[in-house]
């Protein structure tokens, strides 16, 4: 039905699925970005027939075979699923994944402007414990104020430990207690 107004448009990656969760929309560069399997994905809003830039960030070979090992489920949770995007200053994404049940994350360049028509990621990597949960299929939920992060997710690998946790940031890192019902509980 939406097809048939022509507002809309099918949207894959490669023919894969792009199994995707979070939008970002950065009304000063109007791009949106998409979190997706592996891939980050930038698309203009004045055009969304554009090509999209995008940026390949797997995870690593040996986190993939761990997670196989351990007996998740190979298609849809042993990638990169990306789960975190947020603008952390003019020129810079903080972004987050699954990492194959080792969440990581990085800054991604998305430049001054959008005509420099830049997206590269930052090839370090540092560890998303605390900033993104282990599981893709359940949910993270996150906002960055003044450079600081604050997410809401499990933060183990087993998805027992529910929290709000503050991260990125020059003060102490802090969550919420651990045992208390009052705060977050069960979040799915
Ligand atoms: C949108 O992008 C497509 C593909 O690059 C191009 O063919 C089309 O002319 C563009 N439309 C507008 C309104 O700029
Ligand atoms: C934004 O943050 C990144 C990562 O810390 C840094 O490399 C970059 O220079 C910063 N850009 C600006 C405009 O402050």
């Given at each position: 039905e939406l097809q048939e107004t022509k507002t809309s448009e099918y949207f894959s990656l490669f023919h894969h699925p792009l199994d995707y969760r979070i939008l970002l929309m950065?009304?000063?560069?109007?791009r949106i970005y998409v979190g997706s399997k592996d891939h980050i994905l930038s698309l203009n809003i004045n055009n969304?027939?554009?090509?999209?830039?995008s940026v390949f960030w797997p995870a690593s070979t040996i986190k993939v075979e761990e997670c196989k090992m351990a007996g998740k489920d190979p298609t849809h949770g042993c990638g990169n699923f990306v789960r975190v995007i947020?603008?952390?200053?003019?020129?810079?994404?903080?972004?987050?994944?699954?990492?194959?049940?080792?969440?990581?994350?990085?800054?991604?360049?998305?430049?001054?402007?959008?005509e420099d028509q830049v997206?590269?990621?930052?090839?370090?990597?540092?560890?998303?414990?605390?900033?993104?949960?282990?599981?893709p299929n359940?949910?993270?939920?996150?906002?960055?104020?003044?450079?600081?992060l604050f997410s809401g997710m499990y933060i183990d690998f087993m998805g027992t430990d529910a929290a709000i946790f503050r991260s990125l940031t020059?003060?102490?890192?802090?969550?919420?207690d651990q045992h208390n019902s009052k705060w977050l509980s069960e979040p799915l």
């Open positions: 950065d009304e000063d560069q109007d969304i027939s554009q090509e999209p830039l947020q603008a952390f200053n003019r020129t810079h994404l903080y972004v987050c994944g699954s990492g194959a049940f080792s969440p990581v994350c990085t800054y991604l360049n998305r430049g001054r402007r959008s997206f590269t990621i930052d090839s370090k990597c540092e560890s998303g414990k605390g900033r993104c949960s282990f599981n359940v949910n993270t939920v996150s906002v960055m104020i003044n450079e600081e020059k003060r102490n890192a802090v969550r919420t």
